[in-house]
Each structure stands twice: as structure tokens, then as C-alpha cells.
């Protein structure tokens, strides 16, 4: 008999990777998360990060990181249920509600921990969750985990999202909707005017997971809600600090009520140590820098709007994204994978993304431009990938 130590089951299943094709080892960074950085000991222009406006190395947010580590320490020693909830929490929590012009937020240690907490704390056996189908792993994470029953529609289909209301409203007591306000692998948005019209014909609740809006759609990065004017009539919105934010933490913005209940049943609040002093003292500088100014904002945008137009001329397939995020759709899994190997040797990372992230055949480079970027490191990227598009005969 093997020792059982040797864990041979994970052996094996390790080994079934290597097989596909699909076993990696994790890329090291060394340095911060910048627009050109050392990876794997290499010099590159980072085009995959989600640090959107530049904000994980930026001075003011450092400075509010230290001042809070000075006054606060390094942990906040507890749940928020016993003595982990200090006062820069709540103050955080007001600053969201305001930029996010809602009545009241809850902040979670990550977009993840906010999903797994807020979906199964809502929602109860007897309800019912409709979901998209091409939406984030914490959702489905999060709904797995609520006693619910559970169902999708097409993706972002809402003909098939009125049938099935239509055919099953009536069996539930309360139905939950939830869609990503922007899709990460494509970029597209989600159709939350038409969402939130159907959810108020069936008497359904709303939950907008906006990771990917929050800090690029709306007024100073307020996120889809806001890109729409839907204030009120989203139930649950979340979005992450992690990501444009630049920092690390989660939130689910809505009523009074709800965050009045998550603070009873929201699980990573009732047994997860809070956010440290640190990241609260960074992320309100971060908030308080997009309402005061959309310079970040701006340039984002502009930056993005740049780089496409570039990659269209070059004849590069792009996608349908609406925001900042743009796929370089190559199609067969392992052209995809050879893409971004020799953009990375010719000094551009882009992670590649294949099945099962993605549906087969649709394999995809995806670039994230962000504000941090010159147009002279966008013309570099460019350039390369021109280069390497030729050598492989994709343009
Ligand atoms: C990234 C992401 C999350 C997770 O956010 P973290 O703060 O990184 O945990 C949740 N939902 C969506 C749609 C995301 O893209």
C-alpha cells in the first residue's frame, strides 16, 4: 500500500493536466503592479492587470496606507461582530454610499467574500436565483451555497430570461436576478435597463455584480448603475476594491435593510477577520480621488479608445467590448497560447484564456489597457503585436 501522505490522487490528477496541455506554473512579479514591470525576470508592458486607473502603487494611496498603519497597526484583531469594527470601517462605508449614491453599504475582505456572503444570506429555501451564464465563479460559488434553487439564462438574452420568470415566478416566494454588470472575458454590458424592467414586471429582486464597471462606467468610475441611472432600482449592487480600486476588499451597496441584516447572517462578516487599517486607509483615499477629480477616469477611457482603434487598423479581431477590456480573439486553443508565449518574449504580457474559461474554439489573448499606460508603451505594445500577428499569419 503508498503512504497516504503522498496524496497520489492529486498526483495523478496533476499529471491528467500535464496531459492537456493546461499545467502552469504561477508567474512571479517582482516590484509592484505597473504598466511595465519584471515578470519571471523579464521586462514587459503589462497589458493584464486590473489595477484600471493605476491606483496599486499610487503615492497618495500609499501615504493613506501608512498614515492608517501609524494610527490603527497592522490588524484590526477581530470580527466586526466583536471588536474588529473600528471607526475607519463605518467611515468607509459612508464614503461608498455616498459615491455610490445608495442608502447604505457593507464592505467585505474581498468582491469573492462578498459574493459567498451576500447571495446565501438573501436568499432562502423556497427562493429562486436566475442567473447568467457566462456569470463570475464567485456567483455561482456564492448561489451554490445559498438553499435556493437555482437556475440560468442565455447570456444576456432576456427573451429567455422573461420565459423563464414567466414559467416559474409564481412557484417561488422570492426571486433574485443576478447578472455581472460587465463581462470580464468580452468586455460587453450588461442590458440593466431591460434587467430591472422585467425584475419589476415579475416582482424580482436585482443583484448587479459590477466588479469590472466599478471605477470605468458611470460618473467617475460610479459603475453600471450609475451609466444607466438605475439608482433604486438595483437591489444589490456589488463591486470589488481589488480591481480599479487598487487595493483589496469588496462591497455590496443597496438599502439601509440589507446592510442592516448582512450585519447579522453576512458569514465572512461574522467569522473572518476584517479588512486591515491599512487597505480601509487607501481605499478612501482612492474613493476620495475619484470624486474629486475624472482625470483617472478620462485617461482610461482615452487610453482604451487609442489602443483599439490601433488593433482594428491592424486587422486584429476585437470583439464586442464596450469598455476598456478587449479581447484578441485568435480562436484555437493552443494558436492562443503560442500568441501570447511570443508576445511575451517579444516583451508584451498578455494572458492567454482558453476553454474552459471561455467557450471552445474562441481562445483569446485579453488585453486590459489601463490609465497608467503612456501612448508611447501602447505604441511599443502595438508594434509587437503587429510583429508577432505577421509571424503567425493571424493579420
Ligand atoms: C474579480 C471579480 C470578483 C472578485 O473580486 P476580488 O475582490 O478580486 O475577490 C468578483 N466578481 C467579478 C465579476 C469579478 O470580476
Redesign the pocket.
Known amino acids: 500500500m503508498s503512504n497516504i501522505h503522498e496524496l497520489s490522487f492529486l498526483k495523478e490528477k496533476i499529471q491528467e493536466l500535464k496531459n492537456d496541455g493546461v499545467y502552469r506554473k504561477l508567474p512571479i512579479l517582482e516590484g509592484a503592479n505597473e504598466s511595465e514591470v519584471i515578470l519571471n525576470g523579464k521586462s514587459v508592458i503589462n497589458l493584464s492587470s486590473?489595477n484600471y486607473l493605476g491606483f496599486a502603487n499610487h503615492p497618495r494611496l500609499k501615504q493613506a496606507a501608512i498614515d492608517a498603519v501609524n494610527k490603527y497597526g497592522v490588524g484590526s484583531g477581530a470580527v466586526r461582530t466583536i471588536v474588529g469594527n473600528m471607526d475607519i470601517h463605518e467611515e468607509l462605508e459612508t464614503l461608498l454610499a455616498e459615491f455610490k449614491r445608495e442608502e447604505g453599504v457593507m464592505v467585505y475582505q474581498?468582491?469573492?467574500?462578498?459574493?459567498a456572503g451576500t447571495i446565501q444570506a438573501v436568499t432562502e429555501k423556497g427562493d429562486l436565483i436566475i442567473s447568467d451564464e457566462l456569470?463570475?465563479?464567485?456567483?455561482i460559488d456564492g448561489a451554490r451555497l445559498s438553499r435556493a434553487d437555482k437556475t440560468v439564462y442565455k447570456h444576456s438574452d432576456m427573451n429567455h430570461l422573461e420565459a423563464v420568470l414567466k414559467e416559474k415566478r409564481d412557484n417561488y416566494r422570492n426571486v433574485l436576478i443576478i447578472t455581472?454588470?460587465?463581462f470580464?472575458m468580452d468586455g460587453d454590458i450588461a442590458p440593466l435597463p431591460d434587467i430591472v424592467n422585467l425584475a419589476e414586471k415579475y416582482n424580482a429582486m436585482t443583484y448587479v455584480?459590477?466588479?469590472?464597471g466599478s471605477g470605468v462606467l458611470g460618473e467617475s468610475g460610479r459603475g453600471t448603475v450609475d451609466h444607466f441611472g438605475l439608482h433604486g432600482r438595483v437591489d444589490f449592487t456589488?463591486g470589488?476594491?481589488?480591481?480599479a480600486i487598487g487595493v483589496?476588499?469588496?462591497y455590496v451597496a443597496g438599502s439601509e435593510t440589507m446592510r442592516d441584516w448582512l450585519s447579522h447572517r453576512g458569514r465572512p462578516l461574522l467569522f473572518s477577520t476584517s479588512l486591515p487599517p491599512a487597505a480601509v486607509g487607501a481605499i478612501m483615499e482612492a474613493v476620495r480621488l475619484l470624486m474629486s477629480t475624472t482625470e483617472y477616469t478620462d485617461r482610461l477611457w482615452d487610453n482604451a479608445k487609442y489602443f483599439k482603434a490601433k488593433m482594428s487598423e491592424l486587422g486584429f479581431n476585437i470583439g464586442n467590448s464596450q469598455t476598456p477590456i478587449t479581447p484578441v480573439i485568435i480562436g484555437e486553443e493552443s494558436k492562443t497560447m503560442e500568441f501570447s508565449r511570443k508576445l511575451f518574449e517579444n516583451g508584451v504580457f498578455v494572458s492567454g484564456i482558453v476553454f474552459p474559461t471561455v467557450p471552445k474554439g474562441t481562445g483569446r489573448c485579453r488585453v486590459m489597457v489601463t490609465a497608467g499606460h503612456t501612448k508611447e508603451q501602447l505604441d511599443r505594445a502595438v508594434e509587437i503585436f503587429r510583429k508577432v500577428g505577421k509571424e503567425m499569419n493571424l493579420i
Not at 240 to 243: A, E, I, P, V
Open positions: 486590473n474581498s468582491g469573492f467574500n462578498c459574493n456569470n463570475h465563479a464567485s456567483i455581472d454588470g460587465v470580464s455584480d459590477d466588479a469590472h456589488i470589488t476594491l481589488s480591481k483589496v476588499g469588496g
